[in-house]
């Protein structure tokens, strides 16, 4: 009768112990198993055996998962431009099929129930660019749903993801102006007007400063936002100055939010500009009177910021 060994997993007195094999141990420490021997009794090995090809199998399913949700990506662009090409046709029923079916895929790639897709979903990726492509598939849609009454549920949910993604596009300028002279013509302008108040107000971000700072709400923003409507906007020069900024905006903020590390440099230089004009400029005090204690704060506020960052 043969000496029994220990095995070095179960501590269990075997009479012969089996390999694992470098593959099986480098496969199940990937699996998260670790402390493997290099060898095992039966019992062990059947059951580690059965934890690799699990593990196998698991990891099998998530590369099908993700190769599934390339090859959806790169359909994406197809479903453009058969949508395109189907809105030149006047097609706008199977155009608005592709556009939804566009949609979808976006909401698969990202892991999204329906309707739930926003913009924060690309800033973390290096696609925001696909943000103008989403913002113009909702202008297209809106007008399509707006031709009949049964699709008014869907039309208020085009108009809600439009003023969502809209305002961070260099297309927002031209749809804005676009849906206002929709508005006259539409069969249900309540929506294109709703819309147009939803999209409005999110355009008087100062987009750079609330990534900047985090916040909609800092005092830096609130008195930058201040001097824009109460200053900026009040001359010729200024409007086209704060349109050319909407323009790039959005894409600063977004390599902003992407690299967090220029955050506390932007900070600063902010700040500085802000100093300037405060010295060169004095706001009218009746309409700033709202944010008047926000603005009067603002060095005690720039101080902190400093100390943190």
Same mark, same amino acid.
């Given at each position: 009768?043969?000496?029994?060994?220990?095995?070095?997993?179960?501590?269990?007195?075997?009479?012969?112990?089996?390999?694992?094999?470098?593959?099986?141990?480098?496969?199940?420490? /990937?699996?998260?198993?670790?402390?493997?021997? !290099? &060898?095992?009794?039966? *019992?062990?090995?059947?059951?580690? =055996?059965?934890?690799? #090809?699990?593990?196998?199998?698991?990891?099998?399913?998530?590369?099908?998962?993700?190769?599934?949700?390339?090859?959806?990506?790169?359909?994406?662009?197809?479903?453009?431009?058969?949508?395109?090409?189907?809105?030149?046709?006047?097609?706008?029923?199977?155009?608005?099929?592709?556009?939804?079916?566009?949609?979808?895929?976006?909401?698969?790639?990202?892991?999204?129930?329906?309707?739930?897709?926003?913009?924060?979903?690309?800033?973390?990726?290096?696609?925001?660019?696909?943000?103008?492509?989403?913002?113009?598939?909702?202008? /297209?849609?809106?007008?399509?749903?707006?031709? !009949? &009454?049964?699709?008014? *549920?869907?039309?208020?949910?085009? =108009?809600?993801?439009? #003023?969502?993604?809209?305002?961070?596009?260099?297309?927002?300028?031209?749809?804005?102006?676009?849906?206002?002279?929709?508005?006259?013509?539409?069969?249900?302008?309540?929506?294109?007007?709703?819309?147009?108040?939803?999209?409005?107000?999110?355009?008087?971000?100062?987009?750079?400063?609330?990534?900047?700072?985090?916040?909609?709400?800092?005092?830096?923003?609130?008195?930058?936002?201040?001097?824009?409507?109460?200053?900026?906007?009040?001359?010729?020069?200024?409007?086209?100055?704060?349109?050319?900024?909407?323009?790039?905006?959005?894409?600063?903020?977004?390599?902003?939010? !992407?690299?967090?590390?220029?955050?506390?440099?932007?900070?600063?230089?902010?700040?500085?500009?802000?100093?300037?004009?405060?010295?060169?400029?004095?706001?009218?005090?009746?309409?700033?009177?709202?944010?008047?204690?926000?603005?009067?704060?603002?060095?005690?506020?720039?101080?902190?910021?400093?100390?943190?960052?």
């Amino acid at each position: 009768m043969s000496d029994l060994v220990t095995c070095p997993h179960c501590s269990k007195s075997v009479s012969v112990l089996r390999p694992l094999g470098a593959s099986v141990i480098k496969k199940l420490e /990937d699996s998260g198993q670790s402390g493997l021997p !290099s &060898e095992v009794c039966d *019992s062990c090995y059947q059951q580690l =055996a059965g934890a690799f #090809a699990q593990g196998a199998i698991l990891v099998a399913e998530a590369k099908a998962r993700e190769q599934k949700k390339l090859m959806m990506w790169k359909s994406r662009v197809s479903l453009i431009k058969k949508a395109r090409l189907l809105m030149r046709e006047k097609a706008f029923a199977d155009a608005a099929v592709s556009y939804e079916k566009y949609l979808r895929v976006l909401e698969t790639v990202y892991d999204c129930k329906a309707n739930e897709l926003n913009p924060e979903h690309l800033k973390s990726t290096a696609r925001t660019q696909e943000l103008t492509v989403i913002a113009s598939v909702y202008w /297209d849609l809106l007008r399509i749903y707006d031709t !009949s &009454e049964k699709y008014a *549920s869907r039309m208020e949910v085009a =108009a809600k993801k439009l #003023a969502e993604f809209l305002p961070i596009t260099p297309i927002f300028p031209d749809i804005v102006k676009k849906a206002e002279s929709f508005s006259k013509q539409a069969k249900k302008p309540q929506i294109i007007k709703f819309f147009l108040k939803k999209v409005t107000d999110k355009k008087g971000r100062c987009f750079i400063a609330t990534s900047a700072f985090n916040s909609p709400l800092s005092p830096e923003v609130l008195w930058l936002s201040n001097w824009r409507d109460q200053y900026l906007l009040q001359t010729p020069e200024g409007q086209k100055w704060v349109n050319m900024y909407y323009l790039y905006s959005p894409k600063i903020a977004f390599i902003l939010d !992407s690299n967090v590390w220029l955050k506390p440099l932007v900070r600063k230089l902010i700040q500085a500009i802000i100093f300037i004009l405060k010295a060169n400029y004095r706001p009218n005090k009746t309409s700033l009177s709202s944010d008047e204690s926000q603005n009067k704060s603002i060095d005690s506020e720039t101080h902190l910021s400093n100390l943190k960052s």
